[in-house]
């Protein structure tokens, strides 16, 4: 699991984000605060912008 976001013009796909915070929510039980809580907050976020972007290249 990547602890650190891609660089800039390297987005990931929704599918590779989708699975990296499935594995966070796993991995803490789906208890999430402190750092475990920031991490998956930008996940969350990151995995936003790719289905936007997703649906975008879609369309």
Request: proline letters at 7%.
């Amino acid at each position: 699991m990547s602890s650190t976001p891609p660089p800039s013009g390297a987005a990931r796909s929704a599918a590779v984000v989708q699975a990296e915070i499935h594995a966070l929510l796993q991995s803490t039980g789906g208890w999430l605060w402190g750092p475990t809580r920031d991490r998956y907050e930008q996940l969350r976020d990151e995995w936003i912008a790719a289905v936007r972007e997703e649906i975008t290249t879609a369309a």
